[in-house]
């Protein structure tokens, strides 16, 4: 398999950037409500909203639901019913929910359970730094909970500006007191920001399985069919010559979640001449792990946009 860039053409662009212009529903200050009630009542008392919002979602948004139904083609072995495509929405609520106890150190709230966390010592024990690969697969705050328990570790994100400056203000209205530590992408200055970071040992956490649509990406089997995968992380990673961790929140019912790290890559050792044969052995990797875990926690897939760009008819 060769990392070849495709020529995509400009409706692939605009299709691949879907859910970077799809406006965002609901508004800050229905946030901050939602949030005042959360905290006054708790989690378990406030969590009978969630089923009215994702009710509304379920009968209200076709495209929504139509996505849903071609991932779950692909990740259930059976054939997707409603009550699946609510089960998802309903995951992804609650992971949203969430987030509210979770930013403001909640954690006693939740069973948490991390495997592989041996992983995460070494590379914090180098003391190198280390890239988090992760994915729109359960929920990335949850992973904080391994930071909270240490102070020496420093985790920041690497998104793209645009979303990085929603994500920022949705944090902010959660828990204004404790800002996120975010790295808008897109400048140079990005780059010598999380060089920066890595230098001083820090964890840096990238989502690797969107694309802008105008950055280079490669097609790989991903549950069936070919996807398009940006190669901008990787060759972060490779250039720093740093660890590559993958690791996801996966949301497991109730209040329990399980943290799932596992090894992708290590270009600590390696030189130019290697570095597009070990990117390629990254990316393949990467992709191979985001899909066993779709497959383990089906309803943990939070793309609701045309990831794989079919065609409408393809329903």
Same mark, same amino acid.
């Given at each position: 398999?060769?990392?070849?860039?495709?020529?995509?053409?400009?409706?692939?662009?605009?299709?691949?950037?879907?859910?970077?212009?799809?406006?965002?529903?609901?508004?800050?200050?229905?946030?901050?409500?939602?949030?005042?009630?959360?905290? +006054?009542?708790?989690?378990?008392?406030s969590r009978p909203v969630l089923y009215l919002i994702v009710s509304y979602y379920w009968l209200a948004a076709p495209a929504t639901?139509?996505?849903?139904?071609?991932?779950?083609?692909?990740?259930?072995?059976?054939?997707?019913?409603?009550?699946?495509?609510?089960?998802?929405?309903?995951?992804?609520?609650?992971?949203?929910?969430?987030?509210?106890?979770?930013?403001?150190?909640?954690?006693?709230?939740?069973?948490?359970?991390?495997?592989?966390?041996?992983l995460l010592e070494r590379v914090l024990a180098r003391g190198q730094g280390c890239f988090l690969m992760g994915a729109h697969l359960g929920s990335f705050e949850i992973t904080r909970s391994f930071g909270v328990q240490r102070p020496q570790v420093s985790v920041a994100m690497a998104m793209y500006a645009e979303n990085a400056r929603k994500i920022s203000a949705v944090l902010?209205?959660?828990?204004? +007191?404790?800002?996120?530590?975010?790295?808008?992408?897109?400048?140079? %200055?990005a780059m010598l920001q999380i060089r920066a970071r890595l230098d001083a040992g820090a964890f840096v956490g990238m989502l690797? %399985?969107?694309?802008?649509? %105008?950055?280079?990406?490669?097609?790989?089997?991903?549950?069936?069919?070919?996807?398009?995968?940006?190669?901008?992380?990787w060759r972060a990673a490779a250039l720093m010559r740093r660890p590559v961790l993958f690791i996801a929140g996966l949301y497991c019912g109730g209040n329990r979640y399980r943290i799932v790290v596992d090894e992708v890559a290590d270009f600590s050792l390696t030189e130019a001449a290697g570095r597009q044969q070990a990117i390629q052995a990254a990316i393949? +990797?990467?992709?191979?792990?985001?899909?066993?875990?779709?497959?383990?926690?089906p309803y943990n897939w939070f793309n609701f946009f045309d990831f794989w760009h079919e065609r409408p008819s393809t329903t």
């Open positions: 398999m060769s990392l070849r860039v495709p020529n995509g053409g400009a409706s692939r662009r605009r299709n691949a950037q879907a859910w970077v212009s799809k406006p965002e529903r609901g508004n800050l200050s229905l946030l901050r409500a939602m949030t005042a009630l959360s905290l +006054r009542c708790g989690r378990r008392l639901a139509r996505h849903i139904r071609r991932y779950q083609r692909r990740a259930l072995k059976d054939q997707p019913r409603a009550r699946d495509r609510f089960r998802q929405l309903l995951s992804f609520a609650t992971c949203v929910h969430d987030r509210v106890f979770l930013l403001n150190d909640r954690y006693a709230d939740f069973e948490i359970e991390v495997r592989n966390e041996i902010a209205a959660i828990n204004p +007191r404790s800002p996120p530590s975010i790295i808008a992408l897109g400048n140079i %200055d690797a %399985d969107r694309t802008l649509g %105008d950055e280079p990406t490669v097609p790989l089997d991903f549950l069936g069919s070919r996807a398009p995968f940006p190669l901008g992380p393949v +990797r990467y992709v191979e792990i985001l899909e066993g875990y779709c497959r383990q926690y």
